[in-house]
C-alpha cells in the first residue's frame, strides 16, 4: 500500500536573512513546528539570554495592572516611577498588563503606592506562567454605551429640529456621563501628574465644548471616543487569547505515584522533578518527562508541529501540552511545571511581544513630542487670534477644541503595536514563533524560504493511492483482510486504508481479540486465522 500527503496553506518559516542555517535547541525536538527567527538562536533557547538580569543587590518584580491595556497607561507608568529611588528599570508586557520592576529589595511598598496613586490595582505576582496569567475580564455592560450612542444622536436630532437648548444640553450631558466618567477619570489623572496624553486631551475638548455650549459636538466626540477605545481593546484581546491558548494545552492536576507506591491526583506545578507520573489513553501530558514503562503514540503536533502521532517506548521524552493517543505509561518527570518546552514556548512568544519594533519604537517617541505639541498649537489657536486681531473669542475656542479633537494621535499610537501584536500572535496560534517584531518586519527582505513537507506543504493526513498484492495473493482479499484490521484502529494510516476501502466498496470482514502494536500496526483473528497488517 502507497499513501501520499495532500496539499495544504500551512507555512513555517524560517528567516534566512541573518546568514544562518535555522538551528533548534537540544532540548527542543528537532522538527519543531514552533520555527525560530532571529539571531540565530531559536525561541525557546534564547527567552533566557533576552531577559536583562539584575545587577547585584537588586530584584525583579512581576506587578498585574489590569488597568494597563495600551501605551497611554505605560507612559503614564514610566514618568511616575521612573524618577523614584530604588527604581532600577521597568518591562511592560501589555498584552498580560504586567509590569516587571528592576528595584532594591525596600523599595517595593513605594513602588505599589505610586500605582495606585494613579487610580490603577496593582498585584503582586509570582514567575510561573500560570501566576502570571491574568484571569479573563469579564464583558462590560454594553447598555452605557447603547443609551449614550441613542441620546448623543436624539441632542443631534433636537437642535437641528430647532427645539429648546436645554433639551439638546440634557441629552448631550447624558450621554457624556454615561460613557466619559472613565476618561475623565483618566484624564484628571493625567493631568494631575503632568502628563498630557489622549485621555486628557478628550477630556480638555469635551469639557470646553460643553462650556462654550456645543452640547451635540460633545456627546458626539465622546462617543466615538469610546467606541474607539472598544474596538482598540477587542483588538489586544485577540492578541491575548493566543498566549491564554498555549497555556490551556497543559492540564492543571497529573497522576502523580506516591511514597507508599499509591497514585494520587496532584496540582501539576506541585509535582518535583524526578516524580513518576502515569498517563491514560486520550488524557492530555501535563509536564514533560521520559517514558519509564509502557509504549504509546503520542499527538505531539501542538508542540513540534508533527503532523501524525509519534511512537514512543520506555526511554523515549514526552511533552508538556500534547495528548496520549493509545496507550498507558508511567514517566518521571524531567522539568518542573514552569520550566517544560511549552513554558519556555510561552514565555518566547511573550519576550516576541514585548520587544518593539523600530516602526513602534519611531511611534512612540513621536506621540511623545506630538501630543504636548497639540495641545500648545490648539492653545495658541484660542488665544492669539483673538488677543492679536480682536476676533471673536468662541468662535477660536471652538477652533482650538476641533484641532484638540482631529488632531488626537490615538489611532497613530495604537496601530503599530496593535498591528505587530496581532501578527505575532495569528503566526503563533499556526505554529510559527517569530522573534518580535523587528523580524516581523524584516520579513518583507525574505529571499528565501525553507520548509519541512509532512505538515506543512501537505495537509498531514494520509490517502491510499493505490495498492500492489504481494507473492500471488489476490488483491481484493488483502485490501479487505488490511482494511478489516485498520477499522478497529484510529492511527492516521490505518485510517487511510479504511477511507479508501469504503469509497471503493471493498467488504469488511469481523475482527476478534484485536490488538494495537505501537509502531509495528494492527493484528486479531479473521475468519478463525490470525492476520496482522
Known amino acids: 500500500m502507497s499513501s501520499q500527503n495532500q496539499p495544504s496553506s500551512h507555512e513555517h518559516h524560517h528567516d534566512p536573512i541573518h546568514g544562518h542555517e535555522p ?58 516611577l521612573g524618577p523614584m529611588a530604588g ?19 525596600t523599595t517595593i511598598e513605594p ?47 433636537a437642535q437641528w429640529a430647532g427645539l429648546p437648548t436645554w433639551v439638546a444640553a440634557v441629552l448631550a450631558i447624558v450621554a457624556v456621563l454615561a460613557c466619559g466618567i472613565s476618561t475623565f477619570k483618566k484624564g484628571w489623572i493625567a493631568l494631575r501628574n503632568g502628563n498630557l496624553n489622549i485621555n486628557s486631551l478628550m477630556s480638555i475638548a469635551v469639557t470646553g465644548a460643553l462650556l462654550i ?53 496532584v496540582a501539576a506545578p ?7 507520573v502515569r498517563i491514560q489513553p486520550g488524557a492530555r ?3 514533560d518527562g521520559r517514558i519509564t514503562s509502557g509504549r504509546s503514540s503520542i499527538n505531539q503536533a501542538p508542540i513540534t508541529g508533527e503532523s501524525l502521532p509519534v511512537d514512543k517506548t520506555v526511554g523515549d521524552e514526552v511533552f508538556a501540552g500534547t495528548v496520549n493517543e493509545s496507550g498507558s505509561f508511567d514517566y518521571a518527570v524531567t522539568a518542573a511545571s514552569d520550566d517544560s518546552t511549552l513554558a519556555r514556548i510561552i514565555h518566547a512568544v511573550e519576550a516576541a511581544q514585548g520587544a518593539r519594533a523600530p516602526t513602534q519604537r519611531f511611534i512612540d ?73 523587528v523580524y516581523l518586519e524584516e520579513g518583507r527582505k525574505l529571499a528565501w524560504l525553507a520548509l519541512d513537507k509532512t505538515g506543512t506543504l501537505t495537509h498531514g493526513k494520509p490517502v491510499q493511492t493505490d495498492g500492489v498484492a504481494l507473492n500471488g495473493y489476490d488483491e481484493a482479499e488483502v485490501r479487505s483482510l488490511a482494511a478489516s484490521l485498520a477499522s478497529r484502529s484510529d492511527h492516521p494510516v490505518s485510517r487511510a486504508l479504511t477511507d479508501a476501502a ?26 478463525g486465522k490470525p492476520s496482522s497488517c
Open 23 to 80: 538551528q533548534h535547541a537540544p532540548d527542543v525536538p528537532q522538527g519543531c513546528g514552533i520555527t525560530c527567527c532571529g539571531g540565530g538562536q531559536t525561541g525557546v533557547a534564547s527567552v533566557a539570554a533576552d531577559k536583562p538580569v539584575p545587577d547585584a543587590g537588586l530584584i525583579q518584580t512581576p506587578i498585574r495592572i489590569l488597568q494597563m491595556c495600551c501605551p497611554t497607561e505605560e507612559a503614564l507608568l514610566q514618568k511616575k
Open 87 to 105: 527604581v532600577a528599570g521597568m518591562e511592560f508586557n501589555l498584552m498580560r498588563r504586567l509590569l516587571t520592576v528592576t528595584h532594591e529589595p
Open 111 to 157: 513602588i505599589l503606592q505610586a500605582v495606585r496613586s494613579l487610580g490603577f490595582t496593582a498585584e503582586l505576582v509570582g514567575h510561573a506562567p500560570a501566576q502570571t496569567e491574568p484571569s479573563p475580564e469579564p464583558a462590560k455592560p454594553w447598555w452605557p454605551l447603547a443609551l449614550a450612542g441613542l441620546t448623543a444622536i436624539a441632542s443631534e436630532a
Open 213 to 265: 455650549g456645543q452640547w451635540p459636538e460633545a456627546a458626539m466626540v465622546m462617543v466615538l471616543f469610546t467606541i474607539a477605545e472598544l474596538i482598540e481593546a477587542k483588538s489586544l484581546d485577540r492578541a491575548r487569547n493566543a498566549i491564554r491558548g498555549l497555556m490551556q494545552l497543559t492540564p492543571e492536576r497529573a497522576t502523580v505515584r506516591q511514597a507508599d507506591g499509591s497514585w494520587c491526583e
Open 270 to 276: 506541585s509535582v518535583q522533578v524526578g516524580a513518576l
Open 285 to 287: 501530558i501535563a509536564l
Open 365 to 437: 517617541q513621536f506621540a511623545r513630542i506630538y501630543t504636548p505639541a497639540v495641545f500648545a498649537m490648539a492653545l495658541a489657536v484660542a488665544v492669539l487670534p483673538p488677543l492679536l486681531t480682536d476676533g471673536d473669542w468662541l468662535g477660536w475656542v471652538y477652533k482650538a477644541l476641533v484641532l484638540l479633537v482631529i488632531a488626537c494621535p490615538c489611532a497613530l499610537v495604537i496601530s503599530t503595536p496593535v498591528t505587530i501584536v496581532s501578527g505575532l500572535a495569528a503566526a503563533a496560534r499556526h505554529g510559527i514563533l517569530v522573534k518580535g517584531g
Open 502 to 527: 469504503r469509497r471503493d466498496g471493498v467488504s469488511l470482514c469481523s475482527v476478534t481479540d484485536f490488538e494495537a502494536l505501537p509502531g509495528r500496526g494492527t493484528q486479531g483473528i479473521i475468519n
